[in-house]
């Protein structure tokens, strides 16, 4: 399977304090990979230098076999990454509509703005209904971000990320804040989604185990920022002190 994702001995340190050390691992095509861990165990960190939101200490990042440190964004999501994070930062006073547009005007590359391709554009107005219909949101296109429920948000955070039509999408806790129902209907619509728009890799960092279980192929565990564990969910599910190092220290 083609390597996607690669860091070679990937460090990051925060002033002297180390987050991450010296993390090495490959995320191939076809793979749903779950980075779990205790709280400040380097998961969002680890996150963060993947999609080149930081740049590391030391070691690389490569997608693609580029070296993506510090790429950012918008250079990430041509190369065919997206993400969405573990707090949600949608912008309150937008339409759910308009939240989506803005990922698939940028996957489009049209020209000007975005409101305007919007209103005139047909691609992208038949892309925004078919993201949104994914994601159960088509009834709530015109509703103000701000007035959602929070796994509401949670899922617009998600869709805008999928409206990229990425190869490879990561997601920072994509159900945290959710009831226990609401997390197996979003996690089905993402799997689901993924298969849909053609999304070849999935990484997630999760705190449910139940979802690890049952919906990941692999389960990267970090303690202190080092990797624990880079497994099957069978053998990670069968190592009890894996497990309670992992879920051990939660508050
Ligand atoms: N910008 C920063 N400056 C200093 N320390 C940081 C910074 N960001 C994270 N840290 C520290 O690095 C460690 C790892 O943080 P990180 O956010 O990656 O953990 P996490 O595994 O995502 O935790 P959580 O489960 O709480 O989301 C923590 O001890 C955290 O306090
Ligand atoms: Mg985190």
Redesign the pocket.
């Known amino acids: 399977m083609t390597t996607l994702i690669e860091t070679t001995d990937v460090s990051k340190a925060?002033?002297s304090?180390v987050?991450l050390d010296r993390v090495s691992l490959a995320v191939r095509a076809g793979e749903f990979v779950s980075i779990v861990?205790?709280?400040?165990?380097?998961?969002?960190?680890?996150v963060n230098l993947l999609t080149g939101l930081l740049v590391p200490t030391a070691g690389h990042v490569r997608f693609k076999g580029r070296d993506i440190a510090g790429a950012g964004p918008v250079a990430l999501a041509k190369l065919g990454m997206a993400r969405s994070f573990?707090l949600v930062n949608v912008f309150p006073d937008l339409s759910v509509r308009e939240t989506i547009a803005v990922g698939v005007v940028s996957r489009l590359g049209r020209s000007g703005a975005w409101w305007r391709a919007l209103k005139r554009d047909r691609a992208v107005h038949e892309s925004v209904e078919r993201v949104a219909a994914l994601f159960q949101l088509g009834a709530k296109l015109e509703t103000r971000v701000a007035t959602l429920a929070q796994g509401e948000k949670k899922l617009l955070d998600v869709a805008r990320a999928f409206a990229l039509s990425p190869e490879v999408i990561l997601m920072d806790?994509p159900t945290s804040g959710v009831s226990t129902g609401d997390k197996h209907t979003i996690m089905r619509l993402l799997v689901d989604g993924a298969r849909e728009v053609g999304v070849q890799a999935i990484i997630q960092?999760e705190?449910d185990m139940d979802l690890v279980e049952e919906y990941s192929d692999r389960v990267i565990a970090?303690q202190e920022g080092r990797v624990l564990a880079d497994t099957t969910p069978d053998a990670f599910f069968k190592d009890e002190s894996l497990i309670a190092t992992v879920i051990g220290k939660r508050h």
């Open positions: 925060y002033g304090f987050a861990g205790p709280n400040g165990a380097g998961k969002t960190t680890l573990q806790e960092v705190h970090l």
